[in-house]
């Protein structure tokens, strides 16, 4: 059983900068690979961006360059530097991880952008 506890969203003004972090209660070090999504109401869930164990990065093209996963091991919290914030990257993001045969979700936390 694992528990991920997203925070750190809130309103912030297009053109700014906002971080996620994603607290896990294992050891993240032994996840294959950890994510972020987002949802839009009435969107699919759409992701966004993934760490692997080594440290790998991948990017949706619509955060890609303005978006940043990161993660610290000793404190088991992977985090979403978010950049350049548009009034699109408004969601409710998640993180998530699968370890076989189960996926795990956080509850998820709001970023509005707006003026």
């Known amino acids: 059983q694992v528990q991920l506890v997203e925070s750190g969203g809130g309103l912030v003004q297009p053109g700014g900068s906002l971080t996620l972090s994603c607290a896990a209660s294992?050891?993240?070090?032994?996840?294959?690979?950890m994510h972020w999504f987002r949802q839009v109401p009435g969107k699919e869930r759409e992701w966004i961006t993934t760490?692997?164990?080594?440290?790998?990065?991948n990017y949706a093209a619509s955060v890609k360059g303005r978006f940043t996963i990161s993660r610290d091991i000793a404190k088991n919290t992977v985090y979403l530097q978010m950049n350049s914030l548009r009034p699109e990257d408004t969601a409710v993001y998640y993180c998530y991880v699968y370890l076989s045969p189960y996926d795990y979700w956080g509850q998820g936390t709001r970023v509005t952008v707006s003026f």
């Open positions: 760490i692997t164990r080594d440290s790998k990065t």
């Open positions: 294992g050891n993240i070090f032994t996840f294959n690979a």
